[in-house]
């Protein structure tokens, strides 16, 4: 089993920045993919970036030029710095962990979420 926890979320001004960190804990699992996902209110969840083990990353439109992910596999971390914040970034932020439980089975990859940690963005 793996466990998620965040840290990082708060309230900031249009412009500012914040930093998320997301650390997983648990025995006997190595992480494949990472990535962070968020949800505003009234709207579906959306994929924000990943970071996959190799370090290749892949951003959503919106975020684009703005955040910037990347993860620590010595922690087994993953961080999402946000720049130039937008009031539309206002959502709660969830990091979301993909690992192999069983390395009889590397195959067999389950994925987890953390508990999610707000961000709201003031214009």
């Known amino acids: 089993q793996v466990q998620l926890v965040e840290s990082g979320g708060g309230l900031v001004q249009a412009g500012g920045s914040l930093r998320l960190s997301c650390a997983a804990s648990?025995?006997?699992?190595?992480?494949?993919?990472m990535a962070w996902y968020r949800q505003a209110p009234g709207k579906q969840r959306e994929r924000v970036a990943t970071?996959?083990?190799?370090?290749?990353?892949n951003y959503a439109d919106s975020v684009k030029g703005r955040f910037i992910i990347s993860r620590d596999n010595a922690k087994n971390a993953v961080y999402l710095q946000m720049n130039s914040l937008k009031p539309e970034d206002t959502a709660v932020y969830y990091c979301?962990?993909?690992?192999?439980?069983?390395?009889?089975?590397?195959?067999?990859?389950?994925?987890?979420w953390g508990q999610g940690t707000q961000v709201t963005v003031s214009s």
């Open positions: 970071i996959t083990n190799g370090g290749s990353t």
């Open positions: 979301n962990v993909v690992a192999v439980v069983d390395g009889r089975r590397p195959d067999l990859k389950f994925a987890y």
């Open positions: 648990g025995s006997g699992f190595s992480i494949d993919g």
